[in-house]
């Protein structure tokens, strides 16, 4: 398997304007331009979109706007894990031989169709993911005893960790009593509990180990990979404690990249909601099952932001087919050493955790300098 | 690069009846099951579904009611050619080592979305497929002399070869003046220039070298892949009597595979109108520019089905992202000599050309025994 880093990216601001999905793209694409100086066109041989809206075409549209005449083009849906998959679908083009440099960007509108779990009619009424991280939350703080005041810290760590992020959607900190007291969504979920849908496009050039060079001497290497989707439906999940496919994807990436969960020195992991990244980082390794409220609640404390740094989907906003390939952009900062006042101290090795749908599925990338 | 072949397949009638997306995917991958008696649902490590269909997490879903958990799963689109794209995405998850059985799954509803090209707004009211391959028409007819007869041909040939497709929309021949008399839809096209929206699915699976021994003797390797984007809006052409696109994608498989033109003795040609394939066996090296129309007479003459042998898009109608897939599956079949009525003698070398929105994007596949 060749080699394949991270060689640029590109960011818009996470807001609700009224711009178009292919003019999202459109500017985070300039934005990798402006950041990658030696990139040009005709260097782009692949062009992957990544997004849950209803656009036709999208990549071939990009492209034609972009300038870009790649060979490779199309759209990628996997719901809120479409980044991550248009990420490794990427990988494998240039892994395999296919091409040598990848040019991957996704966005998504405040009104996505991706927002709603429309598809799934056994949901009657419930289909909106409050119901299903409301589940998720019920189980865990029955099994563990995790608390309201556990899970208004994630939220609270997130927004104050947003805060150094230029482009986040919240501008603001709360306190955890503030978020606490937020409306009451469900009789488990609070307002301030909840990712905010948003407009937002990131963008990430991928390049093999001979092409790089031409791009940036501070290569990031994807150095692991793991991915599974278990259904559709997450009623089909005995356990709502935990995550099976973000296990079982954890175990593929720390298998392949030759990690161990302690190796990490910087995550980006897919909260959703507030529950999520408790169960993510005991899922990940980086806590032990029931103790993530602890290493959540010393994070927020410290004031360390080795998980979630940019602010998590809570504290920057949820543009769905953006989130993953955002996640990346931010790790890719972290392991370059070029994340400002967001930056983990001596970062090498570091994670991202996507997923979709009550983590029906998820992925996981290994990232390191 | 690993090597990766056909593994398996499985088709649906083409028809129009009002299947869901998700069980017209579901009932090819029941077919490929029943055609590959060693699969089984653990072996499938990638599940990749190809439509322009606007369902959400259709990959997630297919692999529930598919009893599959893939590792890796999402949709693709890109237009028409959205088939080829997601089998060559497969190869590439293969090629490169991250996986080594995939399977490939495309379908589309006659009331697809992707029918007209709604995003393209400089189309003003000429947003149907019928304007582009008029245009195309026009500028052939012009610049070379090729007659409504001609065209005519094309659409008679391929009906009579879809006779011997039990799965073709068309049941039934058209003379050559039948054709030629029939409705109007623009100054250069008729109604049976056209291939017909209709629903259908085709499932590919493909292993690796190591993998396929299990499921069949008879492996059809990939061997050549060529890819090219040009634009979204067609406008773009200065020649609208070649399509550029294809002629780049051939040329990169020809390279690939180390094959030239008159090495194939079989080959799936995107006749979405008639003009589409006299353009089409010109721009693959087939025929000498302009006497594309000669060769496709002479097939008819002689009963000759090396072009399109199931009866193309026109004769076995055009389920958009099910289309490269079901294209696939026919030279698979030849190759692996399979076709019953239709088999092409001592067919070794085939290739696939699949390709959208009047060939601003094209792919081009060669497979061998």
Known sequence: MRKVALAGFGLTEFNKDDTTI??????????????????????????????????????????????????????????????????????????????????????????????????DKSRGQYKHPIYWSSMFTKSHVRKYGTTKEDLAIVSAKNHKNALDNPYAFFKKTYSVDEIMNSKNLTEDIRL???SMPCNGSAAILLASEEAIKKFTDIPVWITGIGQKTLSAGFTKNDDLTSMESTIDSASMAYKMAENKPTDIDVAEVHDAF????????????????????????????????????????????????????????????????????????????????????????????????
Request: one cysteine or more; aromatic letters at 4%; proline letters at 3%.
């Open 22 to 119: 292919d003019s999202l793209m459109l500017l985070a694409i300039k934005a990798l331009f402006e950041n990658t100086p030696n990139l040009g066109q005709k260097d782009i041989e692949v062009v992957l979109t990544s997004t849950n809206d209803n656009s036709k075409y999208l990549s071939s549209i990009v492209s034609e706007i972009s300038g870009i005449k790649p060979k490779i083009s199309h759209s990628v849906e996997s719901l809120c894990n479409s980044g991550a998959n248009s990420a490794i679908s990427a990988f494998s083009y240039i892994a395999s031989g296919l091409a040598d440099v990848a040019l991957v960007v996704g966005a998504e509108r405040f009104d996505s169709p991706g927002l709603v779990l429309e598809w």
């Open 192 to 194: 301030l509990d909840c």
């Open 274 to 369: 507030s529950i999520c990244e408790i169960i993510e980082v005991e899922d990940l390794g980086f806590a032990k099952k029931g103790k993530g409220n602890e290493l959540v609640r010393d994070l927020y404390e410290t004031n360390d932001k080795k998980i979630n740094p940019r602010g998590g989907l809570i504290g920057s906003g949820h543009p769905l087919g953006a989130t993953g390939l955002a996640q990346i952009v931010e790790i890719g900062q972290q392991l370059q050493g070029t994340a400002g006042r967001r930056q983990i101290s001596k970062a090498k090795i570091g994670l991202v955790q996507n997923m979709s749908a009550a983590a029906t599925s998820s992925s996981v990338l290994i990232l390191q300098r």
